[in-house]
């Protein structure tokens, strides 16, 4: 099993910024993928950004060239950094691991408030 433990939400005003970091243990040598997705009040679960352990990167069009998902293998930790973020980033981010054999797990979330 994995846990992830995620870190960094909070409230920020628009045009603000925020990093989220995200770190994993237990059966961590089964981790090929990180990311992280949100969920906003009402939505679906989307996707935000995923990195594979070679750095292969993945962004949802609505955050691509503000967000950015970097990745540190020896610390086991992925980061979200988030630029110029608007009030529709608000939402709860949860922290993602994937297995090569598309087995998932979950942080418990961070809520993320872009609010003036």
């Known amino acids: 099993q994995v846990q992830l433990v995620e870190s960094g939400g909070g409230l920020v005003q628009p045009g603000g910024s925020l990093r989220l970091s995200c770190a994993a243990s237990g059966s961590i040598f089964s981790i090929y993928t990180m990311g992280w997705y949100r969920q906003a009040p009402g939505k679906q679960r989307e996707l935000v950004a995923t990195?594979?352990?070679?750095?292969?990167?993945v962004y949802s069009t609505s955050v691509k060239g503000r967000f950015t998902i970097s990745r540190e293998n020896a610390k086991n930790t992925v980061y979200l950094q988030m630029n110029n973020l608007k009030p529709e980033d608000t939402a709860v981010y949860y922290c993602?691991?994937?297995?090569?054999?598309?087995?998932?797990?979950w942080g418990q979330g961070t809520q993320v408030t872009v609010s003036s």
């Open positions: 993602n691991s994937q297995s090569l054999t598309e087995v998932n797990y």
């Open positions: 990195i594979t352990r070679g750095g292969t990167t």
